[in-house]
Every structure is written in C-alpha cells, then in structure tokens.
C-alpha cells in the first residue's frame, strides 16, 4: 500500500470509530459496551427448503406435473454462534453443508424458519437501508458489474446508491484501487477482463461503502494463484484498518489459514466446531506427524515400531505419532536411528479437515 | 431497534431516486450506444406498425361512419394512445420484466436485495429499452393527427382528464409488471413472464366497446384493459365523468399498493440461486 493509502485509511478508521461510537452510545447509553457487543448473534437459526424432487426420464417428469413429490432439505438446522467485532471468522463444510445458506440469512436475502438474528444491531430480514448500508456481500463468480460498461460505471453507481458523500468516495476509491491492483482496468468494458481483474474490481465495487460487516462466499473461487494472493492480503488489510468484521466461506484452506482466527465447521447444517483453527487441529488430529531424514539405510520394521509409517522413501520418513507421546518417541528415534534432522508438524489442514467430515460418514 | 438514522424526507428522497434512475439508464444507453443501426432500424419497424394498423381498422368503415359508437378518427386516437402505452411498457418494464427470471437464475437478485435502494424501484427500473423510446411520441402523433381530424376542440378540462387518467392507466400498467414479476420468485423458469403482460396490454388496442358480452366484461372488470386504453381516450374526447376518474384513481392506488404488498411477501419465498 503506498503511503497516501496508508493515511487515507488511518484517517478513515478514525472518522468510522467516530460513527460508530455514536451510534453505539446512543444505542447503549455506554461506550464500555461497545467491545462486549457482538456484531453478530445467531441464535437456533433454521432454514429449511423443501425441494421437488424428481427422477430422471420423461416420464418420471410427465408424473411430476400432476403429483409433485417434495423432499425437505434441512440447509441449516438449529446453529448459534456469536462474532465480535472486527473478528474474521471462516467457515468450513463440505457442499451443501449450509455455509452459503447461514450467510444469505444474515445478509437478509433469505427469511429463516426459526431462529433469532441480529447483525449490527439490526434484523436482517428487515433489510433496513441503514443495514444494508452497513454490509455487503461479495460472491465469487457472480457479477454485480455493468457487463458492456467499465468498472467505474458501476463504482460510480454505487456512489449513489450508498450515497457515500464524493470526499469520501474519491479517498476510498484511492485506497481500494492501490491495494487492489486494479488502476489499469476501470476503464475497460468488464466483459473484455479476465476472471481474476474481475473479481478484484467485484470485490472493489462492495466495498466503498466501507462496510463494516463483510460476508465473502468463495470470493478466490476460480482465481489463479496470483489473483488469490491479491484478494487475500487485500480483505486482510481492510478488516484489519477498518476493524471490520468478516465471514468467510472458502474451498481454499489457504483463504482459511491466511485470514481467519477463528473457524466455524458446519456440516448437515449443524455446527461442528467452533473455535481457532490449531484448536481444531489439536481437537481434531490427535496425532503429529515426524519427518526424519536418515543417513543410512533402516529397516522398515524399524521405523514402524515408532509409529504408523505414512511416506516412506530411502533416506526419509513420514510418520505418525500420537500426539501425547510426540517428544519421548522423537527422541528414541535419534538415539535409536541414523537420523541427520527430525522436523515435527501437524498434518496438513485439509486432512485434519477431510477426516473430520469422513469420520461422520463412516 | 438500536442505530437508525431518521429517514430522508420525501422531496429529498424523491430527488435520490430521481437521481438513481439517471444513472442507471445512462449506464444502459451508454451499453447500447453501439448499436445505433438498431435505433434506426427500430424507429422505421415501429412507424411501418403504426401506419399499417391505422390504415387495417380503416377497413372497419367502409360500410359506416361508426363502429360501436367509434368513429375512424377516434379509433385512431385509441390506437395511438395504445401505440403510446405499449412503447413505454416495452421500453420501461419489458427490458426489466425480461431479465427478471436471470435475476433469479444467476443469482444477481443477491445483489439487488443487498443494496440500500427500494429493491421494487431496483428490479422494475435498472434497465431502459432504447429503441421502443421513439414509440411513444409516435404514438402521441398519431394521436394529435386524428384530434385534428376529428376537428373537435380538446378543452383543457378533458386534457386534465386524459393526464388523470393516462397516469393511472400507467400505474395499472407497471402495477401489473410488478405482479408478474414476483412470479419468478416462486417459480423458476418462468421464462413468458413478458409474454402474459404483453397479453393483457394488447387486448387494449381496441376500445372495450368493441368486444361483446362476456369478453367486455372480462376486459373491463377483470383486467385493466378499459382502464388502460379507453378511459383515458374517452376523456380526451369530452366523454368521460368525474366519478370515473375518481373510481380510476382509486384503482390505480390500490393497484401500486397491492402489487408492492405482493412483492414483499414474494420476497419472502425468495430462496436464491443455490442454497
């Protein structure tokens, strides 16, 4: 970020805690509530779809126009969780597991079964001006651009639409476009950009506004390496100087890893955990793995009796320990073995992750 | 509930939403700036139509000065006030109607809801068909043309009325498109939504009086197709009544009223692109 960015954003951080503090005291007749207040509430939110369920053929369709056979789809069943503000939250599970559907129930698009929300003080369904003023909601691969038209066209509708005052468009528009990469595409038609530059100025567009509660849904999906890297540092650096609060749902345990603190795993609509993310692994993988690099030749049976052998090649090994027992087993190993370097590490995440959802199933 | 802020007076946020459908209809004139052949070609389709279907009702007056009460020049008159009307819904409601279903489809809708903008005012008037623009004042023309044919004075009392009653005609118009519309989010895939206004709407080329019986009835009670077409020609004509346009007004409040009542509860269906 250039360094005008960087005051600009100071700057900006200082006049939203002024908005904010206002709105707070008058809300709570007392500043010292305003860290304890969560920004979001879910309490038992439920949202259930019946869907018409159909089998393949024609027939099978002929007799659905005249009996139509619904099955219930439980989206999100009974979940409660509580965010503060300026924590950024991920959420992990499998397709389907309800991620998309909780988001659109607090952004207001969809009217739970059940349930009590609130976010930023505001009940989303009511989708009150000043609330949607207060968020937005960015979703990888849809567009919310003028197609034929420029980025700016639409960053210029925003304006409107948001009422954000030229000042301070024109300053966040600096930051936004700095951090983003994206100067040299606002004035090109957005159907001439490619998937990456798009998603950039996506992400720009539902941004200066200067929400304070940001819902992103895949907002890296389909991205190159580059552009994901992009679109990471930058949500990093707005949560971080805005102290806006985010939730984020990705396929890219690295999008996880990177931003989020704090993980939410929720499977079959229920919430399977809720907590940091090395929680989650300790939790989760109650084994370590030790990667030793020999300097001789040893016996597989003697690398066995050590643990479960997961990678094995002539001068190395992967294997696993349980965790509890991880630093006596590691130092039997360099007594017992030729061993030039022993490194110890958890599994990757996405193992941790996939046994997780893999345990349920089996 | 906790932080909101007093809402915009009604001057104030008349002016913002003025505002808004400036720009989000330069933004679509600006799209379609490309296409000019397509405004021209447009412009000379529309005008073949018009004259085509003033000389066709000619037919009707072969054998007699009038037909159900209608002379020539006051069927032309009808026929450019529905020339007049049906431009605008292809021009306001049809570019939005139409991609009302790909809102739901792709998902774009998300979009719509999240914005801090009355979501009807968003959905009904983002876009702006260009090309039907020129209709209107065609229609309009025609209908100056058979005025003066007619060669009647308009008092300023009937041309109140024809306001009166063309802006509730309008209404009921737009009211209906906002109807439809909410229909794709109960079911997606309605891909006629437009086909079953353009339906109601054209049935008001023609006057009521010149259907019978049960259709007159349907067309005048049912839908608004009286209240489309004829009413406000019969003002503009010295024939209409103030209970008329008193009862009209009335309709077309309840109409808007009604079809934002639905909107809203259709939202409520709303279930998005994917869940």
């Given at each position: ?26 809300a709570?007749?007392d ?90 003080g ?132 690295a ?33 370590r ?53 022993v ?20 | ?27 679509t ?33 072969r ?22 009307v ?19 489809r ?7 809801l ?20 020129l ?7 025609l ?61 008001g ?26 009413f ?40 998005g692109?994917?869940?």
């Open positions: 970020m250039s360094f005008l960015g960087r005051s600009l954003a100071g700057q900006f951080v200082t006049r939203m805690d002024v908005a904010l503090e206002a709105r707070y005291s008058s709570e007749g500043r010292g509530c305003q860290d304890l207040h969560p920004v979001i509430t879910v309490d038992g939110l439920v949202k259930h779809f019946r869907v018409h369920r159909r089998e393949a053929g024609m027939r099978a369709g002929l007799r659905g126009l005249v009996h139509r056979e619904y099955a219930l789809v439980r989206a999100v069943d009974g979940i409660s969780f509580r965010v503060a503000a300026g924590e950024v939250v991920g959420f992990l599970g499998p397709n389907g597991a309800g991620k998309t559907t909780t988001l659109k129930c607090l952004a207001g698009l969809l009217y739970p079964d059940a349930g009590a929300l609130d976010v930023a505001f009940r989303p369904f009511e989708r009150d001006q000043d609330f949607l003023g207060t968020i937005t909601f960015v979703m990888g691969q849809r567009n919310q651009l003028y197609w034929d038209l420029p980025a700016m066209e639409t960053f210029h509708a925003n304006r409107e639409i948001y009422r954000i005052p030229r000042s301070d468009f024109e300053a966040t528009l600096d930051v936004v476009v700095n951090l983003l990469e994206i100067g040299p595409y606002l004035d090109r038609p957005v159907r001439n950009l490619s998937l990456g530059e798009r998603m950039r100025c996506e992400l720009a567009a539902g941004l200066l506004h200067r929400p304070r509660v940001l819902f992103l849904d895949e907002p890296t999906l389909g991205l190159d390496v580059t552009a994901q890297a992009a679109v990471r540092r930058f949500i990093s650096h707005y949560s971080h100087d805005y102290s806006a609060t985010v939730l984020l749902t990705s396929h890219y345990m999008d996880i890893t990177a931003l989020a603190q704090r993980v939410l795993v929720i499977d079959h609509g229920v919430l399977r955990h809720d907590g940091d993310l090395a929680a989650l692994v300790a939790q989760r993988a109650p084994i793995q030790i990667t030793v690099t020999l300097t001789g030749d040893v016996d597989d049976r003697a690398l066995a009796r050590f643990g479960n052998v997961v990678n094995r090649s002539k001068l190395s090994a992967v294997i696993e320990v349980p965790r509890d027992s991880i630093s006596a087993v590691a130092s039997q190993m360099l007594t017992a073995l030729p061993v030039s370097d490194s110890i590490a958890d599994p990757p995440i996405e193992e941790v992750i996939d046994r997780l959802f893999t345990e349920r199933d089996g | 509930m906790a932080g909101r802020s007093p809402s915009l007076p009604g001057g104030q946020r008349l002016r913002r939403y003025l505002r808004l459908l400036r720009i989000f209809w330069s933004a004139v600006q799209a379609e700036l490309e296409y000019r052949l397509n405004f021209l070609s447009n412009a000379l389709l529309s005008l073949f139509w018009l004259v085509w279907a003033a000389l066709g009702v000619g037919v009707y007056f054998f007699g000065e009038t037909v159900n009460g209608w002379s020539y020049p006051e069927l032309l008159v009808v026929m450019g006030w529905f020339f007049a049906n431009g605008l819904r292809q021009a306001v409601i049809q570019p939005n109607l139409g991609r009302m279903t790909e809102y739901v792709m998902g774009t809708l998300d979009f719509v999240t914005k801090p903008v009355n979501s009807q005012f968003m959905v009904s008037f983002r876009h702006l068909g260009i090309y039907n623009l209709d209107p004042l065609l229609g309009i023309g209908m100056v043309a058979a005025l003066i044919w007619r060669g009647e004075m308009v008092s300023v009392i009937d041309l109140v009325g024809w306001v009166v009653l063309g802006a509730g005609a309008l209404s009921v118009v737009y009211a209906l498109a906002v109807a439809i519309q909410s229909l794709a989010l109960w079911a997606i895939g309605g891909e006629a939504l437009d086909d079953l206004l353009q339906g109601v709407v054209e049935a080329r023609f006057p009521v009086q010149m259907y019978r019986g049960f259709v007159r009835a349907l067309l005048t009670f049912a839908l608004p197709v009286a209240v489309m077409t004829t406000p020609v019969e003002a503009l004509l010295g024939r209409t009544t103030l209970k008329l346009v008193v009862v009209v007004t009335l309709v077309a409040a309840a109409a808007l009223v009604g079809a934002s009542l639905v909107w809203r509860l259709s939202l409520r269906h709303y279930r692109a994917s869940a």
